[in-house]
Structures are given as C-alpha cells and as structure tokens.
C-alpha cells in the first residue's frame, strides 16, 4: 500500500514527509527468467576462479631511477619499457618525442660511473680550496674584523657624547657618523663572505662522504626499492638525451647529466 504521511513542522512552516515501510514481503516476479538459477550460479563460481593469465600488473618498482630522470629533450619523465623477449628499455614518456631508448641496463651502468666521476669531481674541488684558502687564516681574518667592528662602533658611539657636549656640530657629526658605518657595514660584508665560504667549503665535504657512501651502498644492493631511495637522498635529478638509435647505432651514444642535491 502507500506509505504513512507524516507532517511535522520545521522553521515554523509545515512540512510532509514519507515514511518507510518497516514491514514488507517479497515475492517471486511474474516474468520469465532469462538464465536458470543453475546456471546463474554455475556463471559466478567461474568468475570468482578466473585468473587473467595475459596481463600482470607490477606491483614493485622496477626502474631504480624512477621519479629522478628525465627526458633533456621534452622534459617529461623517462620511463621503464618492458618487452617479452628482450631487455626492458627506456623510454620518454612523451610519445611524439624524439629522444632515443636504449635498454635500462645500459643506462644504469652509465649512472654508477657518472657517480663515481662527479665523487672525483667533489675531491678535486676539496683539494682546491684547501690549497687556495687556508682554514687557520680565514678564521684570524674573522676574529680580526670582528674586533675592528666593535672599535668603529664605540667610536660611533662617542660621537653621539661629542655632540651632546657641543664638541662637533650636526654637520660634522653626520660626516664622520656616515663613514664609520660605511666602514662597518664593508667589514661585515667581508665576514659574511668568508662565513659563507668556509659554510660552503664544509658543505660540500659532508655531501662527498654522503655521495660515496651512497655508490657503496647502491653497488651492494639488488633491491630496486632501495637503490631508488638511495639515488633520491643525493641526486635532485637525471637528464638523458640520446639523439640517434637503432640496430646498428653505439650503445653508448648518449649523455646523462647528474645534478646532485646540494
């Protein structure tokens, strides 16, 4: 039958509604089935058991890469092709792009040399600034102007008393104010630079110690989840660019260019 009318007010205005039914029954339909029960049942157990043999997901990462290198090209990310009878490649994601594949293989070998070099690289630039700046003397220059500050400051100072004595005019006062503290602000200038010299200098030997420990890590690892955050904790990212390939093309005709996270 039809549902109970039930009015009640609500913001100070009537309002109806229907109720649901909490009684019911129900009742086989009158029209013909189009399949059996049987056979309706028989058509679920075998969907239940049916497995696609034909496509499988990954469902681990497989590019220790991945997330880090791109196409120098387009830009767009280089991905990890798969092939059933043939080394996995990679390739731009960008299907109207012009950068070559080569097998990933290849590409991974390429990585651990690079990061081998630019490990050579972060000694070389170690080994120069030891020979261009001397730590003892940076920090005697700093302690040094540090105190050269704090004599300019007491002299700025007294010019205040000076004039409050009638000692130096207005005039006078400004002209000598201002040189003292162009004088001030040249020095700390100056500290700033040796600071962020010496900050830098020690920078880059901490990141050289991280840099070769991650490759002796990277090298003694298979686990591809690993070695991918590995190369994540140093590198910001990869840039590839191959401009020919083929058969009958130099494998290794192509560049990567490492930017390190620091």
């Known amino acids: 039958g039809r549902r109970k009318v039930t009015k009640h007010m609500r913001d100070g205005k009537v309002v109806i509604t229907r109720g649901r039914h909490d009684v019911y029954e129900l009742i086989d339909g009158l029209h013909d089935p189009l ?11 075998i969907m239940k058991s049916n497995t696609n043999t034909n496509y ?27 092939y059933p009878n043939r080394k996995a490649s990679l390739i731009c994601s960008q299907k109207w ?13 390429a990585l651990v040399e690079a990061l081998r070099q630019q490990y050579d690289n972060f000694q070389i630039i170690i080994k120069q600034n030891k020979e261009d700046n001397n730590n003892s003397f940076i920090e005697k220059s700093i302690k040094k102007a540090n105190i050269e500050i704090k004599k300019l400051k007491e002299q700025r ?20 104010e201002s040189k003292l503290t162009k004088k001030i602000t040249q020095m700390e200038d100056d500290i700033k630079t040796l600071t962020e010299q010496t900050d830098k200098e020690n920078k880059i030997k901490e990141f050289s110690i991280k840099w ?31 401009d020919k390939g083929g058969r009958w093309v130099e494998p290794n005709n192509f ?8």
Do not use: W
């Open 97 to 109: 792009c012009n950068n070559k594949g080569i097998d990933i293989d290849i590409v991974e070998e």
């Open 212 to 242: 070769k420990n991650a490759i002796d890590l990277y090298c003694n690892t298979d686990d591809i989840q690993i070695k991918n955050t590995i190369l994540k904790e140093i590198i910001e990212k990869i840039e590839y660019n191959r």
């Open 35 to 45: 399949v059996t029960e049987d056979t309706f049942n028989k058509a679920k157990d």
């Open 157 to 176: 100072e007294k010019l205040c008393d000076l004039v409050e004595q009638g000692a130096y005019s207005i005039e006078l006062f400004k002209e000598r």
């Open 255 to 262: 560049t990567l260019d490492v930017h390190p996270k620091i």
């Open 56 to 82: 499988k997901y990954e469902t681990t990462l497989q590019n220790p890469m991945a997330g880090l290198i791109k196409c120098k090209k387009c830009g767009k990310a280089m991905i990890r092709r798969p």
